[in-house]
């Protein structure tokens, strides 16, 4: 497709300033931080902090304490309010709805200066795809929306959710003219709605050739979903009228795919690649999370949509862009925002030019937003330092779960569960800290999708396994801890996903966690032994 053509012409300057700076880092950040700093000690949160325009990087690093979304709150609510923006002269173009593993919505001011830092990742990250995967030029492509849950669309801009929005304004032209699924289908009144029309589109394109997502659980959840609606979009794809759905959307076109709707008609609903190879013979490749907890998932993605390569994504969150997938590894988006980051042992931070293979580290970032030294609490491992710029993957949340004191991390937990010989068919969801493990005691739950009935077995080997951590031993010396228990069942993931909705998470941001700590009131089927979890967990289907 031209269009194609156009897209990756556009994006190849922002590769060869990327390519060409490698061997600069230290001098580009430098750069970056004294605009940035330009820019914040212009307006009200910089003249409050005592920030100033002249501050050298270790002037910066000594003065500015590291930060978190509570320090920026109450400016970021002020200025969704009344207008404008306290945290850097730069023009705010939306507000971006986030959330985390525990936390409800936040809001990140996406100003011009932000979303340019953005592109500067965007554009080698383009050029790359079109390098390495070649059949991409040749079908349409499908770039996955930040999904908001039903309950603020009343209030979005028609920009809010959309990621070819990240783009520059011509770039986004370029990439919209090469979609498969319409930019308005994300202003739908509910998410079903918009997932629907989603499924609806990308159904009607056998020319499909790119799925870019961001977590592999959502695209599971896309083909299940067409597995469960197949015959409404059979109907809608042979009539090519919405019927019942997108009432009240601005949406005037509806995809019409005969034979799309027939492929539907004789599909028995069961997940097959051989299905999916028949539904869209060109996809060329998928894009998503990879690393950590993703890594079953992805797998399981893969494993259906065999006919295309699969990219895992690199490190992004709503907060800024920490790497992008380039010539074979996940390499710092160094051009686009200030970088720094921590030791999580004792709290050291290092400048990206200091960083030092094998090191685990915490990246804070300094962005166009306004956020200074913003910690994302992701821990990444440093791989090398190709070109002059490190190469770091993706590990996990950095988070400890601390009840009473038994100081419980993710990469203890993996280390754990390495140990326990789970049943067959069977993958972790996720491991669950809780208030009320049963007499009123907290204690963690594993999650595991799949049909087994030994629930007690799998649990009594983790507990044991995590007791060679000290801390969590001592808790549960001093019953101080209840003994961990297992819940599996065939939908865990589902499940799973629908607390973290329920919670004030954001649909297709979800990540898989190792470890997550969920307070306040949890749902039936964990209050409940091991030996009736699965006659439970079919009872609350």
Request: proline letters at 5%; one cysteine or more.
């Amino acid at each position: 497709m031209f269009g194609h053509r156009l897209l990756k012409m556009a994006a190849w300057p922002g590769e060869r300033r990327f390519a060409v700076g490698r061997a600069h880092l230290e001098s580009v950040q430098r750069q970056k931080l004294a605009l940035l700093l330009r820019k914040v000690a212009a307006c009200e949160a910089g003249q409050r902090q005592g920030v100033a325009a002249h501050w050298q990087w270790e002037t910066f690093a000594e003065q500015v304490p590291v930060s978190d979304y509570d320090h920026w709150r109450d400016p970021v609510d002020r200025a969704r309010e009344y207008g404008g923006n306290a945290l850097i002269q730069s023009p705010v173009v939306r507000y971006q709805p986030t959330s985390g593993s525990t936390s409800a919505i936040k809001w990140i001011p996406y100003t011009r200066h932000f979303l340019s830092e953005l592109d500067n990742a965007i554009s080698p990250w383009i050029v790359e795809l079109y390098r390495q995967f070649p059949r991409l030029r040749q079908g349409r492509h499908y770039w996955s929306m930040s999904w908001v849950p039903t309950s603020l669309r009343d209030n979005m801009r028609e920009d809010i959710n959309d990621d070819i929005q990240l783009m520059s304004m011509g770039k986004r032209l370029l990439a919209g003219a090469t979609q498969a699924v319409p930019q308005d289908v994300s202003l739908a009144r509910t998410s079903e709605d918009s997932l629907f029309a989603t499924l609806a589109y990308l159904i009607s394109d056998s020319s499909l050739s790119m799925m870019s997502i961001w977590s592999p659980t959502f695209g599971l959840g896309l083909l299940k979903s067409m597995a469960m609606w197949r015959e409404e979009l059979a109907e809608v794809l042979a009539t090519g009228s919405w019927g019942n759905r997108m009432l009240g959307s601005n949406t005037q076109s509806c995809p019409r795919s005969p034979g799309g709707a027939e492929l539907l008609r004789q599909w028995d609903g069961r997940l097959s690649a051989d299905f999916f190879m028949a539904l869209w013979p060109s996809l060329a490749l998928v894009s998503a999370w990879d690393t950590a907890a993703s890594g079953p998932w992805a797998r399981q993605l893969h494993a259906l949509l065999p006919q295309a390569a699969f990219q895992g994504k690199g490190l992004w969150a709503t907060e800024g862009v920490v790497t992008i997938p380039y010539q074979g590894q996940h390499a710092l988006a160094y051009r686009s925002h200030v970088y720094e980051f921590q030791d999580p042992s004792d709290g050291t931070i290092y400048a990206p030019w200091e960083l030092e293979q094998g090191q685990q580290v915490m990246p804070l970032l300094s962005t166009g937003s306004g956020l200074l030294r913003y910690r994302l609490n992701d821990l990444v491992r440093v791989d090398g330092l190709p070109g002059g710029i490190p190469a770091l993957t993706f590990l996990g949340r950095a988070g400890t779960t601390d009840m009473v004191g038994e100081k419980l991390t993710a990469a203890a937990l993996d280390a754990a569960l390495a140990e326990v010989r789970l049943p067959a068919k069977t993958l972790p969801v996720c491991t669950v800290a809780v208030e009320d493990a049963g007499e009123g005691i907290p204690g963690y739950v594993l999650l595991l999708e799949g049909e087994s009935m030994e629930s007690e077995r799998v649990a009594g080997a983790l507990d044991a396994a995590l007791q060679q951590h000290f801390h969590y031993q001592l808790a549960r010396n001093l019953e101080q801890l209840a003994p961990l228990r297992c819940v599996i069942h065939r939908d865990m993931r589902e499940r799973y996903l629908q607390q973290c909705r329920e919670r004030g998470m954001i649909e297709g941001n979800i990540k898989m966690e190792s470890l997550q700590y969920w307070p306040g009131v949890l749902p039936l089927w964990f209050g409940h032994s091991q030996a009736s979890a699965r006659a439970v967990g079919e009872a609350v289907l």
